[in-house]
């Protein structure tokens, strides 16, 4: 496979192993806010576009949606290496970019301006930039294009969008919350919910109860998540996970956490909202980022200005 017309090695940054560490793409558009570049881009063409980026290329982009999360996993990197200074299992951050790496300067400019500790820039010509992503060891990969997310997840990477929006930067520890049906989990139950309607999700709920529940899209990032989770004790620890479900705790919760548990995947607080909105909740978490499949609980959480990444089941 041809390697991204080009790769920028941050020698600034200590480079990871990516056979162990948890790697995170992310493209452009998602951790800086572009979306007046981008509009100059689709407006006025390519050429027009780079010679804004060069015109400019020591002015910072402002932070996108996804800037504090990955100013959280880096302050959980800083935690590993205080326990641990030889520990290889760390998040290591590379950034995606359609830029050329004539345009893509004023990137590496802003990343090293926030003290962001991105690995690598890679600039990639080819329309379908997440052919990629599987070379580069990625485990989460998010984008603000959905064509590219709908392919990372046919690639078998768990790959989310991110919708520009205000957000404020939340304080440490990194707080990540995951949706359940479709998400962490298949969506045998939803397509059940479709067909037989709520009493008959639940009487499924109650058969297959000591039944597992299939891998969702994220299944794989969380269980790495929770893999550097558990380098640290419950108090100390720099990482919180949360699971946000429509499922009610009576009908439907039992299965959900014997899932885990048999995945042997911990999570710090579970909520079971009935079909309750999730934006008061979250509010109150204060996430880093937030993984939903539906479009309405995205809408809810942006309403209180948390970071949100929508999983389409729908690609």
Not at 103 to 124: D, M, P, Q, T, W
Not at 193 to 218: D, S, T
């Amino acid at each position: 496979m041809a390697e991204p017309e080009s790769t920028v090695i941050n020698t600034d940054v200590k480079q990871k192993d990516s056979s162990e560490a948890l790697v995170i793409a992310v493209t452009t558009r998602a951790i800086f806010n572009l979306e007046e570049e981008h509009k100059l881009y689709l407006e006025k063409g390519k050429e027009e576009y780079t010679r804004h980026q060069q015109a400019n290329q020591d002015k910072p982009l402002p932070p996108g949606t996804a800037f504090a999360f990955i100013q959280a996993v880096q302050y959980v990197n800083e935690k590993i290496l205080e326990s641990n200074p030889a520990e290889k299992d760390l998040f290591d951050i590379l950034v995606l970019s359609n830029n050329s790496p004539e345009s893509g300067v004023r990137i590496v400019n802003s990343a090293k301006h926030y003290g962001l500790e991105i690995s690598k820039f890679c600039f990639v010509s080819d329309e379908d930039s997440t052919q990629y992503l599987k070379s580069h060891g990625v485990k989460l990969f998010l984008s603000a294009d959905r064509i590219d997310v709908c392919n990372a997840l046919r690639r078998g990477v768990s790959a989310a969008l991110v919708f520009q929006q205000e957000v404020q930067a939340p304080s440490t520890p990194l707080r990540v919350v995951f949706d359940g049906d479709a998400v962490l989990f298949s969506d045998e139950t939803d397509q059940i919910f479709q067909e037989r309607g709520l009493e008959g999700a639940v009487q499924y709920e109650r058969v297959m109860e000591a039944v597992p529940m299939g891998e969702g899209p994220l299944k794989a990032f969380a269980m790495h998540l929770g893999k550097i989770r558990k380098k640290f004790s419950q108090e100390k620890s720099p990482i919180r996970t949360y699971l946000v479900t429509a499922r009610s705790g009576r009908d439907m919760g039992i299965r959900a956490i014997k899932t885990l548990r048999e995945w042997g995947l911990a999570i710090d607080e579970a909520f079971f909202m009935d079909g309750a909105p999730k934006g008061p909740i979250l509010a109150q978490i204060q996430p880093h980022i937030f993984f939903d499949d539906g479009l309405h609980n995205i809408q809810g959480a942006q309403d209180v200005g948390v970071p949100s990444a929508w999983v389409p089941s729908c690609c």
